[in-house]
């Protein structure tokens, strides 16, 4: 089924970059907060690392709950109405975040944001993976973390842009009163509203995934949207590959208790050690703590709000080389570079804090960090969780990994200002260093390459016929 044929590329990629919107929007709503930060903690009178932590965190609360959710519910539904309802809840919380009124509003509707982030983080790679062809399913699914970092880009050039420049030596009775103090930080959670409604406009001229439309009984549809990818003969032969991996007893049916069988616990296991590595790495404090990183080392707020800027697009450009090189080099050889290269880095960058250096220094071991996960963990970890679960278990087995994903966020997030607090930045990078050091063991170990191959091949080799 891999063999070079025509593939319909403008159809693959309108489907691709509609869905991926999902990703954009996860990358907005996740990191706008960041920007925000400085003001909006003024403004509720957070003074606590337990409020300031919660403020950080509780969307990734919400992210589980997506999660959790996600797996049962899309099974049931269908990849396509779960995403709707993501881009709904995008739209309505960015809006009522920006007017909350009060902290527990606030955080009412950062943990409903965190359901839509924990639904599209789950989805959108899925559905790309279930209908692009395998010879370059790890590029399309890595479309998918490009408009994360799209997303992410667009939250930090939107607090860049927003924020009034902040008086050197301002107070914080200064900065409450000023313009970012009352009304710049709602104006940059309020931009979310105009992606997030496009995004559920445009979900309605998708298809269906073909795997979850054969999984429940709707393989002449499901043939149909595979004839429009590749032609006749692809469908024919995709269907047939969909078919010998699914018996009648599995059509339609979501079972949990099936991921605890002995052959598909192994595969389990490796999806959520890669999604709680993703996030213990630590190169997302940078995007939640940043004010505090690059504060400690000697940057003013503004300066601060100019660095964020310049490690997105960091993030932007690596992203664009591993969508390069993800079908080329592979995804295994790119998570080992980017875990050993991410060790070095953050050792480096807390023994820059042990002894007291600052200065630019520290922004290039962050930028340097940022292009090294941006390669590597982000994508190559999202289009392996895409890839490794049986068809029939894939909606499940992605909904447990992802939950684990977003509580080791939630743990990773708010943690830091306590271990910062505890054990300097130093300590703190450190750890991260040693956890990059057994993630690299581990893939080294335990992972397998699947690139160039079918899911249903990749399935067959992961746990049998």
Request: some cysteine; hydrophobic content about 55%.
């Amino acid at each position: 089924m891999d063999e070079p044929r025509a593939y319909n590329m403008r159809y693959i990629w309108g489907v691709t970059l509609v869905s991926a919107m999902g990703g954009l929007l996860f990358g907005y709503d996740w990191v706008v907060i960041g920007g925000a930060k400085p003001f909006y903690e003024k403004f509720f009178n957070l003074t606590t690392p337990s409020q300031v932590g919660w403020a950080m965190s509780s969307a990734l609360i919400g992210c589980l709950a997506g999660a959790l959710l996600s797996g049962g519910l899309s099974d049931r539904f269908g990849r396509k109405r779960l995403l709707l309802l993501a881009a709904f809840l995008f739209t309505g919380t960015g809006i009522f975040t920006a007017l909350a009124p009060s902290f527990t509003v606030f955080v009412g509707n950062r943990l409903l944001g965190g359901v839509a982030i924990g639904l599209a983080s789950n989805l959108s790679p899925m559905y790309i993976a279930e209908l692009s062809p395998a010879s370059m399913r790890g590029r399309f699914v890595s479309v998918n973390q490009l408009t994360i970092v799209i997303g992410i880009l667009a939250a930090q050039l939107a607090n860049w842009l927003i924020a009034e420049p902040v008086p050197a030596g301002a107070t914080p009775a200064e900065i409450l009163a000023s313009w970012n103090g009352q009304t710049g930080w709602r104006w940059m959670f309020g931009a979310e509203a105009v992606p997030a409604i496009l995004f559920f406009l445009l979900m309605f001229l998708v298809p269906e995934s073909p795997r979850w439309l054969v999984k429940n009984g709707r393989a002449a549809d499901a043939g149909r949207i595979l004839a429009k990818v590749g032609g006749p003969g692809f469908a024919a032969e995709a269907l047939a590959d969909i078919r010998a991996t699914l018996d009648a007893g599995d059509i339609g049916r979501v079972r949990f208790r099936d991921l605890f069988e002995p052959v598909l616990k192994k595969v389990l296991l490796i999806g959520i050690v890669l999604a709680v590595y993703q996030q213990w790495c630590g190169i997302n404090v940078i995007f939640y703590y940043a004010q505090e990183i690059f504060t400690a080392a000697g940057y003013g707020v503004n300066d601060v709000l100019f660095n964020i800027v310049i490690t997105g697009a960091v993030n932007l450009i690596f992203t664009l080389i591993a969508i390069r090189f993800v079908d080329r080099l592979g995804r295994k050889p790119l998570m080992l570079a980017g875990s050993a290269g991410l060790a070095v880095v953050f050792g480096l960058v807390g023994a820059s804090y042990a002894l007291h250096s600052r200065g630019l220094h520290i922004l290039i071991l962050v930028v340097t960090a940022m292009a090294l996960y941006a390669l590597s963990l982000a994508p190559v970890t999202w289009v392996l969780l895409s890839e490794i679960f049986p068809n029939r278990i894939r909606g499940a087995a992605m909904s447990v990994s992802t939950f684990a994903l977003w509580a080791a966020c939630f743990v990773l997030t708010y943690t830091f200002p306590h271990l910062s607090k505890g054990l300097g930045p130093a300590g703190t990078f450190w750890i991260y260093a040693g956890i990059s050091v057994f993630g690299f063991l581990f893939i080294r170990s335990r992972v397998r390459e699947t690139k160039g191959k079918t899911l249903e091949g990749i399935e067959r080799e992961l746990v049998g016929p």
